[in-house]
């Protein structure tokens, strides 16, 4: 089982191609399509209710290919007793209790590592229970098994964020911190919308933050140098090898005040196109304004998430395209 639980956490390495000849072997193959979906257990936080919050994300393995994968047989969850097995989990043998399918996942695939995506909350007596998402993509099945265990690997507090969103701290520590998630909420809106194919539709929220950690310079080799600031580009983000520099919600951004908001497509069939996609405010509070055009008909999920460059929240608009 051990070697399953590390395979969710650390399964984020690059595809290796390795030519053996009588002197040679070839260069890391970085793979733009055709590759799978490595759905990643990040860990758990208590609540103070009592129950528990497991965060996921997932590496798409593609530097180009964003797949919809829409809930159901191959963007699924579960729940299952501890079974020890290395490899992806057949559901019809070890379930205790399905539950729903669907547990806020994504079904729209950025490229590459994208962490602390989504929470799911289990109650206080799921200790000794595994919650699995499997994801099937390109033929090959995938799943990540989050656990209550081993609280000293798998429990994740704000040392933890920090260490995986690049503010450079060694990870879990005993420092009790003072840190709160930002906060972001819609404007206007009551969680859904209507719309039409092509037309400009605007959108808006509020984000604040208690100014912790505030404005960040990154020290790379003595010189103080900023970060891009530039979302992964698809077609063009084979060069970004850094999970940190390849995640969708522009960390560098909430850098430079303390505080920023990335508009995102989480669900949904088509193309979506954002008008001031980022926006950088202080801390203290703001509204922010994008305008979002759509591809094709269908319903949507956009979230729009708010980022301290440590911690982040979201809040989310169901948008029905006509």
């Known amino acids: 089982m051990y070697i399953r639980y590390l395979w969710s956490k650390l399964g984020i390495l690059l595809a290796v191609c390795f030519v053996i000849g009588s002197t040679s072997i070839s260069a890391q193959t970085l793979y733009r399509f055709g590759q799978s979906v490595q759905p990643i257990f ?41 079974v020890d097995s290395a490899g992806p989990l057949d559901p019809s043998l070890f379930l205790v209790d399905p539950g729903p399918a669907d547990r806020g996942q994504p079904t729209y695939f950025y490229p590459r590592r994208q962490q602390f995506v989504f929470g799911v909350v289990v109650p206080a007596d799921f200790v000794g229970k595994e919650l699995v998402w499997s994801v099937s993509h390109n033929g090959e099945t995938r799943t990540a098994v989050g656990t209550l265990e081993r609280e000293n690997i798998w429990s994740v507090d704000e040392g933890v964020w920090s260490a995986n969103r690049g503010r450079g701290t060694g990870g879990r520590t005993e420092v009790e911190y003072a840190n709160a998630v930002p906060e972001i909420r819609l404007v ?6 209507n719309t039409g194919v092509g037309i400009p539709t605007s959108l808006r929220v509020f984000a604040s933050d208690d100014g912790i950690p505030g404005p960040y310079e990154r020290n790379r080799r003595g ?3 900023r970060l891009p600031n530039d979302l ?26 303390g505080l920023a908001v990335t508009w995102l497509k989480y669900r949904g069939p088509g193309e979506v196109y954002f008008e001031n996609q980022i ?35 979201y809040s989310e608009v169901i948008v029905e395209v006509q």
Do not use: C, H
């Open 42 to 82: 990040e860990g758990f936080e208590r609540n103070s209710d009592g129950t528990f919050t497991m965060w996921f994300g997932y590496l798409n393995r593609n530097y180009d290919e964003t797949p919809n994968i829409v809930i159901g047989d191959n963007n699924t969850f579960f729940a299952a007793d501890g």
């Open 188 to 193: 206007g809106l009551e969680g859904q919308l």
């Open 223 to 225: 010189k103080m140098e």
């Open 232 to 257: 992964p580009e698809v077609g063009g983000g084979i060069g970004r090898n850094s999970p940190k520099e390849q995640s969708i919600v522009n960390y560098a951004s909430a850098d430079k005040t």
């Open 279 to 313: 926006a950088e405010i202080e801390p203290i509070g703001d509204e922010v304004t994008t305008t979002v055009t759509f591809s094709e008909s269908g319903t949507y999920v956009l979230r729009a998430y708010a980022d301290d460059s440590t911690y982040t929240s």
